[in-house]
């Protein structure tokens, strides 16, 4: 099984913003707080570098820290540009909005509005999910590899928790 995993490098000592990882065809991104159009800029040169080292369309699992801001509006135009510019290569599209509290259910059920909004929800393609496990099924239908084991591979990574 392929899988990489990368870090921002920053010159000063805050930790990284975001990481990355390719496992099998599923690119995953954690974002630890909202990105900068810089932050943008490189993940999405790190998913084109990964779909052409496969040739064929990847899952893309966007994963959000507990602790993460809400991302304002700005950040929030960005992040759905950079989906909609690059729809065609993603089969399927799973957003995981980790916490319990309920401030990340309000923030579960404002991104599911957002989908629905901005015409990227399709039940057959985006999904919002609560935890990592809930994915599983859907990469082990889609890729016809074991879900369970990329899901514990990503953990490994530390892109899920």
Same mark, same amino acid.
């Given at each position: 099984? %392929? &899988?990489?995993?990368?870090? =921002?490098? =920053?010159a =000063?000592?805050? *930790?990284?913003n975001?990481? =990355?990882?390719l496992?099998?065809?599923?690119? %995953?991104? +954690?974002? /630890?707080? *909202? *990105?900068?159009?810089?932050?943008?800029?490189?993940?999405t040169? +790190? %998913?084109r570098?990964a779909?052409? &080292?496969?040739?064929?369309?990847?899952?893309?699992?966007?994963?959000t820290?507990?602790?993460? @801001?809400?991302p304002?509006?700005?950040?929030?135009?960005?992040? %759905?540009k950079?989906?909609?510019?690059?729809?065609?290569y993603?089969? /399927?599209?799973?957003?995981l909005? /980790?916490?319990?509290?309920l401030?990340?259910?309000?923030q +579960?059920?404002?991104?599911s509005?957002?989908?629905i909004?901005?015409?990227?929800?399709?039940?057959?393609?985006? @999904?919002?999910?609560?935890? *990592?496990?809930?994915?599983a099924p859907?990469?082990?239908?889609?890729?016809? &590899?074991?879900?369970?084991?990329?899901?514990n591979?990503? @953990?490994?990574?530390?892109?899920?928790?």
């Amino acid at each position: 099984m %392929f &899988a990489t995993a990368t870090t =921002t490098n =920053t010159a =000063t000592a805050a *930790p990284p913003n975001y990481k =990355t990882a390719l496992i099998n065809r599923v690119f %995953f991104i +954690r974002w /630890e707080q *909202p *990105p900068s159009a810089q932050d943008i800029q490189l993940v999405t040169a +790190r %998913f084109r570098e990964a779909y052409e &080292a496969h040739r064929q369309q990847l899952c893309v699992v966007i994963v959000t820290g507990a602790k993460a @801001r809400v991302p304002n509006s700005e950040q929030r135009k960005a992040l %759905f540009k950079m989906l909609e510019d690059h729809r065609k290569y993603i089969c /399927e599209l799973h957003l995981l909005m /980790e916490g319990n509290e309920l401030q990340h259910n309000l923030q +579960r059920i404002i991104a599911s509005a957002q989908l629905i909004v901005t015409r990227i929800y399709d039940s057959n393609y985006a @999904r919002l999910h609560k935890t *990592p496990d809930a994915i599983a099924p859907f990469l082990t239908s889609r890729l016809k &590899a074991d879900g369970n084991r990329i899901i514990n591979d990503a @953990r490994l990574l530390g892109v899920l928790h």
